[in-house]
């Protein structure tokens, strides 16, 4: 049996907290540790550097919680709970902690949950330091409006805008230590050319997707803090709504608000506390273009937005709070560009789509249907997996021959582990008795006592694997057996819990790749598939496979093969195009290729058309 742990969780945030704050945490955790008692051995660190408080998305953070889960965490220990979150979930998180056993120590406020009234202290705590955010939020919130009320920048202008210092002499005050020198807001004549351009385009009649599409085409720089490459027309829709391009500012409109797990969102202020400046100097589209572009927008609305006394109110939902988890998200990839393939609902349609093909950036344009996707992809692991391919059991083999080898060499090493653990035994009673004659004072021995008994626990929990390996060695299951069970398990599967448990379990990575004939705009999608030949294998055996081969040799090396599913397949005249082409090329005569293909004439002729890019008026002419 494993020894629960105690954790010492350290995180410093942002760039207003030393790097090396991490450090200082943890020392003056460990020493109250040691004071209470607790072994060197059993203190492990976990640390999240450059994160804020008010996530929880932390990867640290997420582990601990899965080791408190686990029942692995003896107790938790932290410098200040507000390492813990800042927000309001430091309570709930160390009530769940002590639910589960475990002992919750804040060092530096003398938090100590094996002490009554700790409930209380937490509390008050964690409404202060909740308080304190606020505070910031709206120090900086105010600084803002006040800049923006003296017509200055807030560093919140949108493209075509630029900063610049407004006194003449901020290179001076900038080397000199004090406030630093106010900036302004302006016109930036490249940037603004191009605001002009989309107008321009908009007005003209081109859709909003093509003016993205155009954009990243040509390279156009999305201004300075843009990090994607490519235009999305998302941001192109925002450029041709923002009133700021007329002159008109309003700043404020939004603020961020989070929720419990300190996810972000922009919600709308109450009105009123928007602060509204009119700057006719910062105009740059012109009223009459400016007007006509917003009819066209409201046409637009009109046939594709929402209906009247249907309006949204407050900040638009995440669509991962609506849609579920779809069964090949994640999974499935686009085959040119690498890039995920996002689910995309159009009326009862489902498909997934490249996200750099709405940019302009990835010319994987064609959908992949996610009804026949998932369908096919289920059927094909399904088959695959009962027929207990030859890869499949080279990989097994491969495992029991290392469980084996492990096996083997069990009895020297359990031997040298054994002769250890009398060697400790021993010392352990000596060091008792020394501490014992010298009234229990002494702390060199006591801090020896402790390290013979760390080491010792370690021994045993070795001695015990090796049990453990030397039965599964005997009880390897029979390959015929596992394939029984593989198949059994894809087939539960693929029906009881819906494809995504099969999909998600068995499939190792997708990518998908358009098929299209030469001389054609539209084709169908082909998949390359691998299988997690592991995963499946674990989750199928389940409890039968002992431990230590579960465990063992989780990712072999080898991907295993990869396999081609297509969705769909070319038509008779993309078939037989090159086959016609040749024959022309060879001066065979129409009639005898439709003989030869049993199509029509005009068919043959067109395949043979499309597929040699030649240009003609018909057989006749030939
Ligand atoms: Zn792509």
Redesign the pocket.
């Known amino acids: 049996m494993s020894r629960q742990k105690i954790v010492i969780y350290c995180r410093y945030s942002s760039d207003m907290q030393r790097a090396d704050s991490c450090a200082d945490q943890e020392r003056a955790v460990r020493a109250v540790l040691m004071r209470h008692g607790y072994a060197a051995d059993d203190i492990i660190v976990i640390k999240d550097e450059a994160e804020s408080g008010t996530k929880t998305a932390r990867e640290g953070f997420q582990l601990l919680r899965a080791m408190i889960a686990r029942g692995e965490v003896a107790a938790v220990a932290v410098d200040d709970q507000s390492r813990l979150a800042r927000d309001n979930n430091s309570f709930a998180f160390i009530q769940d902690l002590v639910f589960a056993g475990g002992r919750f120590l804040s060092t530096g406020e003398g938090i100590d949950t094996d002490v009554s009234g700790w409930e209380l202290k937490v509390q008050v705590l964690q409404l202060h330091h909740g308080q304190t955010v606020r505070d910031l939020q709206h120090r900086v919130r105010r600084g803002q409006e006040g800049r923006v009320r003296a017509d200055g920048s807030a560093g919140d202008f949108p493209y075509g805008y630029e900063s610049f210092y407004l006194d003449p002499d901020w290179a001076a005050q900038l080397a000199r230590r004090g406030p630093k020198p106010k900036k302004g807001v302006r016109v930036c004549e490249v940037e603004a050319g191009w605001v002009l351009q989309v107008f321009a385009w908009f007005v003209a009649g081109y859709s909003i997707g093509w003016i993205a599409r155009e954009l990243t085409r040509l390279g156009v720089p999305k201004g300075g803090r843009a990090t994607t490459p490519g235009w999305h027309p998302q941001q192109v829709h925002r450029i041709l709504t923002n009133a700021k391009y007329v002159g008109h500012w309003v700043w404020g409109m939004t603020t961020t608000v989070r929720d419990s797990g300190g996810r972000k969102k922009q919600a709308a202020v109450p009105r009123g506390q928007e602060v509204t400046r009119d700057r006719p100097d910062l105009r740059i589209v012109e009223q009459g273009v400016w007007d006509r572009a917003a009819t066209r927008l409201a046409e637009l609305g009109a046939t594709f937005g929402t209906k009247d006394g249907q309006k949204r109110r407050g900040p638009k939902p995440n669509p991962a709070d609506i849609y579920p988890r779809s069964p090949l998200g994640g999974i499935l990839t ?6 995920k393939l996002w689910l995309h609902h159009s009326n009862a349609r489902r498909y997934y789509a ?4 709405k940019k302009g ?4 344009t064609t959908q992949v249907p996610a009804d026949r996707a998932e369908g096919a992809l289920t059927a094909y692991l399904l088959d695959l997996l009962r027929g207990w391919p030859d890869w499949m059991g080279v990989l097994f083999r491969l495992t029991c021959d290392a469980v084996r080898a492990a096996a083997d060499r069990v009895p020297a090493e359990r031997e040298r582990d054994a002769r250890r653990a009398d060697d400790l035994d021993r010392q352990i009673r000596n060091l008792v008795d020394a501490l014992a004659a010298g009234g229990l004072s002494s702390p060199a021995v006591a801090a020896r006592l402790r390290e013979a008994e760390g080491e010792k626990a370690e021994v045993e929990r070795r001695l015990a694997g090796y049990a453990a390996v030397g039965s599964a060695a005997v009880a390897l299951p029979d390959e015929a057996w596992v394939a029984a069970r593989l198949g059994e398990w894809a087939a539960r599967a693929a029906s009881a819990a819906g494809p995504e448990s099969l999909l998600r379990l068995a499939l190792a990575s997708a990518a998908a790749e358009p098929v299209i004939a030469a001389g054609k705009k539209r084709g169908f999608v082909r998949l390359r598939v691998r299988v997690n030949a592991w995963g499946a294998l674990a989750a199928a055996a389940g409890d039968s496979l002992p431990a230590t081969v579960r465990h063992a040799p989780a990712a072999p090396a080898d991907p295993g093969p990869e396999f081609s599913l297509d969705l769909g397949e070319p038509t008779a005249m993309d078939r037989w195009a090159p086959a016609i082409a040749e024959w022309r090329a060879a001066g065979v005569t129409w009639e005898e290729i439709v003989r030869r293909t049993g199509m029509d004439l005009n068919r043959v002729f067109v395949a043979w058309k499309r597929y040699t890019g030649a240009s003609g008026d018909g057989p006749q002419a030939a």
Request: neutral net charge.
């Open positions: 686009c085959g040119a560009c690498g890039a490249c996200p750099g093909a950036l990835c010319g994987m």
